[in-house]
């Protein structure tokens, strides 16, 4: 069987899907990857197939001038209430020039099922021009289908197809408990490069970030040694590449980069941020530097933000591009800025969280973690040092996210899935 993947051209979009394609390609399938810009990066690293659809593809240039011409929705977009509109402009504009180049892919190709993420409506498109079946890989909070829906217009109308059947199958990643009973095929959220077993665990390759564990050595994983940031790369890992440096060096995005104690000495605390730059992403570690003074834990900013205060508070500590899945087992709380891959691999950990609201669907994550029991949601001038405590010792959000790691573990695994998959051809 012949399978091609389509992701929007965003790396946090591409990585969840690439555990089915994985799976799929151990089941002796062809697998081809589709997609532009970021995401290539993670296809490319986990060694599968991959195209570029898009040649020369920039969001940020799309977005800029999306928004300058719907004004009234960018505003509603950078303080989170904006809905689909936003998200219907921007990524129906973004399969308009995906499309194309999907569809000469798949002439060369020839898929016998395609596989795509919400917002790669392209991939529905081209699957139902050529009369094969979609399958739609859930990879955020939001319901997939209304995101298909309201991006599919531009592309539908570039290669004249009248609409969308129903997809013949959708994955879920995201556990009931959390967005609710949602029709598909439950599928287990794993690392990028996770081993291949079916326990209810997955096994981190190097294991679960234990260079961080009191030494300065490089994390490793699958996107160890990639560099320096990548504008739009989001989902499960803030960094790539990154190490625990001594005090002193730079992180690969020229950040100040400090040695982070052992583990197990006091409580551990992330802080992260979302690593698409624009308006509406600041504030979130220069809020935590401002109490950390006061908190009785380690904090590490992964890729800290320009323009905090110079020293740091003797317990804050830095690092450059680093995998969150593989640090998440290490911590005791997690403070980040509301992404659908963050939120998730928070809870497949079974780490708190606490989530400050921003542009996009970062406001509508914030408000799901807080109403999961899992974590808070707050902005950033309402955290304090107490909050942070609160957040530590919190039994009731430590029962809830651990509840969230075992019912992740237990769906079941992506090689499961990919026989169901195999079976709708």
Known sequence: MRVLFVSAPLLGHMLPLVPLAEALRRAGHDVLIATAADALTAGRTAKLPVVDVAPGFSFARIARRTMLRHPFVARAELAGTGGTRGVGLLFGTVNEQLVDGVAATADRFRPDLVVHEPLAVAGAVVAARRGVPAVRHENNLFDGAVLTAVTAGPALCRHR???????????QIAPAELVGE???LPMRRL????????TGSFAHPRGPFADLRGSAAHPGGPFAGLG??????????????????????????????????PAGARPRIAVTRSTVDGPGNGGIMRAIVAVAAGVDADILLVRPERGLPD???GNVYTTGWVQLDALMPTLDAVVHHGGAGT???ALAAGVPQLVVPGPGDRRHNAGVVERSGAGWAMSASAITADQLHRLLSDYGLRVTAGRFKASIAARPHPDEVAAQLAAIV
């Open 191 to 198: 690392p990028v490069g996770a081993s291949p077993n079916r």
């Open 182 to 184: 949602r029709p598909g």
């Open 228 to 261: 320096g940031p990548a504008a739009g790369l989001g989902g499960p890992f803030a960094g790539v590449g990154g190490a625990v440096r001594p005090g002193g060096s730079a992180g690969p995005g020229g950040e100040p980069v400090t040695p982070l104690p």
């Open 311 to 313: 020293p740091l508070p």
């Open 343 to 345: 939120v998730l691999g």
């Open 161 to 171: 197809v009248d609409g969308l059947p129903d997809p013949a199958a959708v994955v």
